[in-house]
């Protein structure tokens, strides 16, 4: 039986559930590994990501699919099962990173653009029989005022390579995740950063139609609209909830089945604080959930350290960030539930 397009990204965005981005390359997660004291190996990255795949309560009732990176979609389990078949009899759908990073772009110093198009066709196929059913793929947009950074030929040049992506992605049968990243990282203020997305989102959106993408089939994964770590201002829920959905309604057609929001380096309770005002701002005409990396894994890593001892602990901390994030993809969260752990 073919598997429409449309099912699988309907699939990604159900009620109450989200994506957990499993897809850290080998040096970010060397890095959260250094962070716990925890030596980087195949199998070490092989035992942590298996401990999530089999945290039953989060993986069945709170995650609706699982981006991983190349060596773990090719990884089998301590028991020699293969990890995507573990996601999978969790009613998970297993996904796929293809990007091949963002690099400096040439002549533009300060904006990068995103490689890995060479190829891709030939990796989507084989991505495809190893079950990946959607893919994603990362565009770096950076805010640096002072420099006049980012370009338009950073943002025109990124939503290009979104869109021919894409394009391989549906050919293939995969769904595709796009993922315009307007970073967090600057001194610029929260309208700078709605202004960058504005203007990011439309371009993609040419871009996509451009390129014969069908929207119905695809998955939008954007930041959302918050001021700059290091402009010394916080924003509240209910602020960047109005920012985000005022520029998703002046940019994404209803025609795409769901936003998936990155955390960008957001703290756990703050991602899940954002995502629950914007439902609870509701009705929407997209389904407004997470993909979420750091905000659902920063404790578990952190509980489990490594050590068998700690797993069901880990596992424990990993299904009370995935319910919180699920009760926010419905509106329903509450800093009381938070505290009932």
């Known amino acids: 039986m073919t598997e429409r397009l449309e099912d699988i990204a309907l699939a990604m965005v159900a009620d109450g559930k989200g994506i ?21 190996t195949e199998d070490s990255r092989r035992d942590y990501r298996e401990l999530m795949f089999r945290a039953d309560d989060a993986m069945k009732n709170h995650i ?12 089998k389990a301590a028991d020699g099962t293969p990890l995507v078949d573990i996601i999978k009899a969790a009613g998970a759908i297993p996904g796929i990173k293809v990007d091949a990073g963002a690099k400096p772009l040439a002549g533009f110093p300060g904006d990068t653009i995103t490689e890995g198009l060479d190829g891709l066709r030939e990796r989507l196929a084989d991505y495809y029989k190893l079950g990946a059913r959607f893919a994603k793929w990362r565009a770096v947009i950076d805010i640096d005022e002072n420099e006049n950074v980012p370009s338009a030929t950073a943002i025109d040049a990124n939503c290009h390579a979104l869109a021919r992506y894409a394009a391989l992605c549906q050919e293939a049968g995969i769904v595709p995740i796009v993922e315009p990243e307007v970073l967090m990282d600057g001194t610029h203020d929260i309208d700078t950063c709605y202004e960058v997305t504005k203007v990011t989102l439309l371009q993609l959106f040419s871009e996509l139609y451009a390129a014969d993408v069908n929207l119905a089939g695809t998955i939008l994964k954007p930041n959302m609209v918050i001021p700059g770590k290091k402009s010394g201002t916080k924003a509240s829920p209910e602020e960047v909830a109005e920012k985000t959905l005022k520029v998703f309604r002046e940019t994404v057609p209803v025609a795409v089945p769901g936003i998936a929001f990155l955390s960008g380096g957001q703290s756990d309770e703050e991602a899940t604080a954002n995502l629950n005002a914007m439902n609870a701002a509701g009705p929407l005409p997209w389904k407004l959930t997470f993909s979420y990396g750091r905000a659902l894994q920063a404790a578990p890593q952190k509980a489990w350290a490594g050590k068998k001892d700690n797993v069901t602990a880990a596992q424990n901390a990993f299904a009370h960030r995935a319910r919180m994030n699920g009760l926010a993809a419905q509106g329903k969260w509450s800093p009381d539930l938070e505290k009932q752990g």
Do not use: H, M, N, P
Request: glycine share 10%.
């Open 20 to 40: 957990l981005a499993a897809d850290e390359s080998s040096g970010t997660i060397k890095k959260r590994f250094d962070a716990i004291g925890v030596e980087s």
């Open 64 to 75: 609706s699919g699982v981006i991983l990176y190349d060596e773990t979609i090719r990884q």
